[in-house]
């Protein structure tokens, strides 16, 4: 029993420094960028040697990768406690898009995963993060509209990745200072827009 106990107890621990070494990494990335960004800052920054966040990360730019997984899973959960209650299908779709937008106002959320996510990660990398998580929430919303028949059976894939970069041009336009309330309706009107099932 003491043995399992001193297990788990290491276990926190090395989840306790992994934590410590993603927070620290997202506050420099975010205010330094990616590039200008060293490992051995990182390390100082979340007080472990560079020893220990090797044993964790492959690399910076593995670090960088949990740290863009972290933050699109934050906001796919947000997506997901926002549209539990809609009473559509349809409805749950601009319900996410307002809490898409509304999570990617976190400050440095918009740049590290719409900006440099896609440099660090190249696309194909950026793309598997985003179908575990924004994309995936969704391609299942899309799902659920056509098989309720509220919008016509078109292809998935295809009318997932087209709305996804409206939502992610909306949120790097909203970034930049455009008013956020003008982007939530536009959006809106393209998901009611969308045609229904014969």
Do not use: C
Request: proline share 4%; hydrophobic share 40%; charged share 25%.
């Amino acid at each position: 029993m003491q043995h399992e106990s001193g297990h788990r107890s290491n276990r926190e621990r090395s989840e306790e420094t992994r934590d410590r070494l993603i927070e620290a990494a997202r506050r420099l990335f975010v205010e330094k960028s990616y590039a200008e960004t060293g490992t051995p800052e990182i390390a100082r920054e979340a007080g472990v040697t560079r020893g220990a966040l090797y044993h964790h990360f492959a690399d910076k730019q593995a670090l960088f990768a949990a740290v863009v997984e972290r933050e699109a899973s934050i906001v796919a959960k947000e997506i997901e406690q926002n549209t539990a209650a809609s009473l559509s299908a349809t409805m749950a779709l601009i319900d996410g898009g307002k809490a898409y937008l509304k999570a990617m106002t976190a400050p440095g959320r918009t740049r590290l995963l719409l900006l440099d996510g896609p440099a660090v990660l190249g696309r194909n990398g950026m793309d598997q993060v985003d179908n575990r998580h924004g994309n995936r929430t969704l391609k299942e919303g899309l799902q659920a509209a056509i098989e309720a028949r509220q919008i016509r059976d078109l292809p998935l894939d295809a009318l997932t990745g087209l709305l996804g970069a409206a939502f992610d041009r909306a949120a790097l336009a909203i970034d930049a200072g455009a008013d956020a309330e003008s982007y939530r309706k536009a959006l809106a009107g393209l998901i009611e827009g969308l045609p229904p099932a014969p």
